[in-house]
């Protein structure tokens, strides 16, 4: 009877666990959609300033003077353009994140970085497993 306890146990401790692992994959793939996206939004944030900013310096280059509010605007766009470029660097390394954190949830980081751990173990020996770790060339 304990046995049948005990069996039922842990199938209901490895439903428990494959549920946990699905839904941290799942997790994790909504986070790459997720910031793949934000890129295409910040990327066209990002040119548009710079197109903004082109056309400001050709108008400044085809008129005479620099008035304080066309300076401002100048320097209002420059700020919003370096803003946008933080926030699209900011968005690929959240995307190179989630892309590690999805390898992670899904077992596979040593695989994709091509290292093999080879595990050996000496029965007769209280020493710790050998481990021999082979990295890509």
């Keep these: 009877r304990q046995s049948r306890l005990a069996q039922s146990q ?3 401790a490895y439903r428990i666990a494959v549920q ?6 799942r ?12 890129i295409g939004i910040y990327e066209g944030s ?7 900013l ?3 310096q050709i108008e400044r280059e085809t008129t005479q003077g620099l008035t304080p509010t066309f300076l401002n605007l100048i320097l209002s766009t420059q700020s919003s353009l370096a803003s946008a470029k933080m ?8 995307l190179s994140q989630a892309v590690a954190t999805l390898y992670r949830s899904m077992g596979l980081t040593l695989d994709m970085h091509q290292i093999q751990v080879d595990v050996e173990s000496d029965a007769t020996s209280n020493l710790p497993p050998v481990q021999s770790i082979s990295l890509p060339r």
């Design 20 to 25: 946990s692992a699905i839904a941290q994959v």
């Design 27 to 38: 997790s994790a793939i909504r986070d790459v959609q997720t910031n793949s996206q934000l």
């Design 46 to 52: 990002r040119i548009a300033d710079t197109e903004n």
């Design 10 to 12: 842990a199938m209901i």
């Design 54 to 56: 082109r056309a400001l």
């Design 87 to 94: 926030a699209e660097l900011g968005a690929k390394v959240d």
